[in-house]
């Protein structure tokens, strides 16, 4: 069927204002999301990522463009008319109705009833292992059982696809690992299509078969979790996603995606380049601690830098060293713990070209988690 | 030093308690001072010397002026209940999902007639009322009753509901539920213990409401408080003292009905969360 083939979710210049003459919250939105995907919608707060599900979910109305579920405008639609499962961070369990009777809630309203929605709560239950918690109040539970429960609820009418908000955002981080590997299972054990509204990188990296970035209301770079990750096509992206030295730099020639370019310290470095840049560019290269490689000698790689131990701080499974550039200049290296090193020390650092990418210096915000 | 201190702290702390007890005395004394007055077994008005006696509220229970007081105080209040309860609290509804400037105008315009001195709205309903023929009767007290209850329904619903999760309501349209499902099944049921608790304040309203009713109640609809007012101009008899401390006992009593279901909706929206120990 040509449908099908089709995307199930598309957003096609969508725009969100909430004042005429405000800011946009999302802008030119155009995104499609497949059958089967889990797509993660990554960015800090105010980004625009959670406005965007909330479109989708019918709570907000776009103020430009349209969304299209299986090719039909969802303009005209009614939240409770859209069919899809809502996880939100909070829970929004209902207080008054017991565990199985929040369940049993959608398919209240859609007259389902007796034997037939008993058997589809007890199966619900069993996919979240809540088996026999049927009974309790919401406020009996721990939170992670309330997300639990949140999920099945989401589930048990089977939607065309579910939207989650940061449904793990209010928990600790080991039960937010051992739910994420628990949505995983359920989205492939069902083959669900998910939408999933998230400020954690690394709970994106972990779940997603794609990852849209957002940042100022738009898409800065839609792909898998190692392209964005290992390849990043701006600042921001290289800047958001894990730690990143940024180095200001301008460029001297550029072949192809390779580029040679000098650092403020005068160093002159080869990277690769994320567009095409003429000669005397200012830039910013960004490279990651753990790609800094170093040794007492001279490194046989192509960039070789000469630099100095400034400080040294642990981080359990491994250590962080702040390396003064000769010629000035400093970046952030990591090494395993129990490498011999200490302030004051000569390095010889250095890094492969595939590994350290270049962006134009005025590109982007400057977010938190960056490595100088 | 510190024994100096911890003295002149002890001191300051009796001084407080002390000022409270006043200041407590001031409010509730003159209220209580009625209760004695009931209990008087002579004819007059005064502080009973040497033994107590129900006979003023075998009286009141007796007579068939005050029976009647009574009975149409208590069906005027049901009839405002009736009323102002369910206009007050989908006003409420409505405003808790109001995002506009207006709504300041729209919260001061309901309340107008709480702020407004007593004797001017019930002059302007007794000219608005007289030539529609709404005075001397049933229906113009409830409709005057109802009004001034509805603020008291608004304010309490509305408090009630602001501390509703707004997740709720989507989180039940995500799973199907049209607005009016959304009404029934989720928000009234969260909103219950506000809803009853301003129909205790919509009760007490109309139930001892004096001047409105002065001006726009027929000899028919003598309510208690009317009783009480004319009864105190002519003839000072001890049954309006027992009658007042059964207001007394009612007004505390719903008061606290009031207060406990406050409470209850409360603890129904704000449960915390189970520790997360081996989930």
């Known amino acids: ?372 | 030093m510190i024994a100096v201190r911890s003295r002149s702290g002890r001191l300051g702390r009796a001084a407080l308690i002390a000022f409270c007890a006043l200041v407590f005395a001031f409010l509730v004394l003159p209220i209580l001072a009625v209760v004695p007055l009931s209990l008087n077994p002579g004819g007059f008005l005064v502080f009973p010397e040497g033994g107590l006696s129900l006979r003023w509220y075998r009286t009141l229970a007796d007579s068939p002026q005050w029976t009647h007081a009574f009975g149409n105080s208590f069906k005027i209040a049901v009839a405002t209940t009736a009323i102002a309860t369910p206009l007050g609290t989908l006003a409420a509804i409505g405003l808790s999902h109001m995002r506009s400037r207006a709504k300041p105008v729209i919260v001061a315009l309901i309340s107008a007639p709480l702020v407004m001195p007593i004797v001017v709205v019930a002059v302007a309903f007794y000219f608005l009322f007289a030539p529609l023929g709404l005075v001397n009767g049933p229906v113009g007290l409830v409709i005057a009753h109802s009004a001034l209850a509805l603020p008291f329904v608004v304010i309490v619903v509305h408090a009630s509901l602001s501390g509703l999760d707004p997740d709720l309501l989507r989180a039940a349209a995500s799973l199907g539920a049209p607005p009016l499902t959304q009404l029934v099944r989720v928000l009234a049921p969260l909103a219950a213990p506000g809803i009853a608790a301003g129909a205790v304040f919509a009760f007490m309203t109309s139930f001892d409401e004096t001047t409105v009713a002065l001006f726009i109640a027929g000899p028919e609809q003598r309510t208690l408080p009317i009783q009480m007012f004319e009864g105190v101009r002519e003839q000072i008899s001890p049954a309006i003292a027992a009658a007042a401390t059964l207001l007394i006992v009612a007004s505390t009593l719903l008061l606290g009905t009031a207060e406990l279901l406050r409470r209850r909706g409360e603890r129904l929206r704000t449960g915390s969360a189970a520790p997360d120990v081996g989930a």
């Not at chain 1, 790689?301 to 400093?330: E, K, P, T």
């Open chain 1, 1 to 372: 069927m040509a449908v099908s083939a089709s995307p199930l979710v598309e957003f096609r210049g969508v725009e969100k204002r909430y004042a005429a003459g405000a800011a946009a919250a999302v802008a030119g939105l155009d995104l499609a999301v497949e059958r089967g995907e889990f797509l993660t919608l990554l960015g800090p707060s105010g980004s625009g990522k959670t406005t965007t599900l909330m479109m989708l979910a019918g709570f907000e109305t776009p103020s430009e463009g349209d969304i299209y579920l299986d090719g039909r405008s969802l303009a005209d639609r009614p939240p409770h008319k859209r069919n899809m499962g809502v996880v939100f961070q909070n829970y929004a369990l209902f207080p008054h109705m017991s565990v199985a009777g929040n369940i049993a809630f959608p398919l209240r309203v859609r007259g389902i009833r007796g034997a037939d929605a008993a058997a589809k709560v007890e199966a619900a239950l069993a996919l979240v292992r809540l088996e026999g918690l049927g009974d309790r109040r919401p406020d009996a539970l721990s939170g992670g059982q309330r997300q639990r429960v949140a999920l099945a609820r989401a589930l048990v009418f089977e939607p065309d696809l579910v939207l989650m908000d940061e449904p793990l955002g209010a928990l600790d981080r080991q039960l937010r690992e051992h739910l994420q590997i628990e949505i995983k299972r359920i989205q492939r054990a069902l083959g669900l299509t998910i939408l999933y509204v998230t400020h954690d990188q690394s709970e994106a990296l972990t779940l997603s078969d794609r990852i849209a970035v957002f940042a100022d209301g738009r898409v800065q770079q839609l792909g898998p979790p190692d392209t964005i990750y290992e390849r990043p096509a701006n600042a921001f992206v290289a800047g958001f996603m894990g730690e990143n030295n940024r180095l200001a730099a301008t460029v001297i020639t550029q072949q192809g995606d390779q580029c040679a370019i000098r650092l403020a310290g005068g160093q002159i470095v080869r990277a690769t380049a994320a567009a095409t840049f003429t000669p005397g560019t200012a830039v910013v290269a960004a490279i990651r601690p753990e790609h800094i490689e170093m040794g007492e000698q001279p490194l046989p790689c192509c960039n070789a830098l000469d630099g100095r131990v400034d400080q040294l701080v642990y981080h359990g499974d491994h250590r962080r060293i702040h390396v003064g550039l000769d010629g000035g200049g400093s970046l952030i290296a990591r090494v395993s713990a129990d490498r011999d090193v200490k302030p004051g020390d000569r390095l010889a650092i250095g890094w492969c070209t595939d590994r350290c990418f270049v962006f134009p210096a005025a590109d982007g915000s400057n977010p938190g988690g960056e490595g100088s």
